[in-house]
């Protein structure tokens, strides 16, 4: 009796040693299952920070050099050659991600593949601000050399100006007279519009060096007072300075030597059509008017 309870007591002992290794094992499987998961996990959120950290590197690279775009023709020639080279790499990167499968392996490949990236845009960059500063030097250039061109024509418009005033003939010692006409065929003053046959204006063309020797054109305008031009033998049109289309009463075509010389020009009508009233006289050279002046006829 006393064997047999020895007996039962050992068996239990080691019913109960083999049920806690049992225990023991099972609690070791958990905890190495548990730490697997944990560090499947760690991997997985690793993984998932490093492609998110690739894709704002990936888009931060294109964005800091395509700001550049759109500045100068060279400078956007550069870019689409960069462009292209980011766009292999990029390709490079993402065949990466999708193919290597050990995260130990995938974060060195990425991180050189991404220093080769920087590095590429570091290049560019630099290529860029060269390339900038070469081009602002020469707008400055330009600039500069614009200025100079437009002070030279500003120069040049000026003395061309001063040429021009300077070269304009002029006329002096304006004297107006009206006359009737005789039966013989003489003209004589009058002051009476319903006698006048003739009105006549003398002057000097005056000497002038700069304006160079040959022919000029003189035009006499005589202005009724109902506002009509009025239009004698040797009737003229032409057009002034200011691009004005005139009605000339007489003209005549001098030889100019750059001395005075003293001309007469007039209106002269066979009948006595003329009204009383003030007319206008003005006198033209070379399409410039030089003189105005008004006369009164009773």
Same mark, same amino acid.
């Given at each position: 009796m006393a064997e047999s309870q020895k007996e039962n007591r050992g068996t239990l002992l080691l019913l109960l040693l083999l049920l806690m290794a049992s225990l023991g094992v099972n609690f070791y499987q958990w905890k190495n299952h548990s730490t697997t998961v944990i560090q499947y996990g760690a991997e997985v959120d690793s993984l998932i920070t490093a492609r998110i950290n690739v894709e704002h590197e990936l888009t931060s690279v294109g964005m800091e050099l395509e700001k550049y775009r759109g500045i100068a023709g060279n400078l956007d020639t550069m870019l689409n050659d960069a462009k292209g080279q980011i766009a292999e790499k990029e390709a490079q990167i993402r065949n990466l991600m999708a193919n290597?499968?050990?995260?130990?392996?995938? /974060? +060195?490949?990425?991180? %050189?593949?991404m220093d080769e990236l920087r590095k590429l845009r570091d290049e560019y960059l630099e290529k860029i601000d060269v390339l900038m500063a070469e081009n602002q030097k020469l707008k400055d250039e330009n600039s500069a050399l614009n200025s100079t061109v437009n002070n030279l024509n500003e120069q040049k418009n000026l003395l061309e100006?001063?040429?021009a005033v300077a070269s304009q003939l002029k006329v002096e010692y304006v004297k107006v007279n009206s006359f009737k006409k005789r039966g013989s065929g003489k003209f004589v003053e009058s002051v009476l519009a319903k006698r006048t046959n003739?009105?006549?204006s003398c002057f000097t063309l005056m000497? /002038? +060096?700069?304006?160079? %020797?040959?022919?000029?054109?003189?035009?006499?305008?005589?202005t009724a007072p109902d506002g009509k031009v009025l239009m004698g033998f040797t009737k003229a049109q032409f057009t002034d300075a200011e691009g004005n289309s005139v009605d000339a009463t007489a003209s005549q075509k001098v030889s100019y030597t750059g001395s005075k010389q003293d001309l007469c020009l007039s209106f002269e009508n066979d009948e006595r059509i003329l009204e009383a009233?003030?007319?206008?006289?003005?006198?033209?050279?070379?399409?410039?008017?030089v003189h105005s002046s008004s006369y009164l006829l009773k």
């Open positions: 290597e499968k050990n995260l130990g392996k995938l /974060n +060195k490949k990425l991180t %050189a593949k100006g001063k040429v003739k009105i006549e000497d /002038n +060096k700069i304006a160079g %020797a040959g022919d000029k054109m003189v035009y006499l305008v005589i009233g003030t007319y206008s006289i003005s006198v033209y050279a070379e399409n410039v008017l």
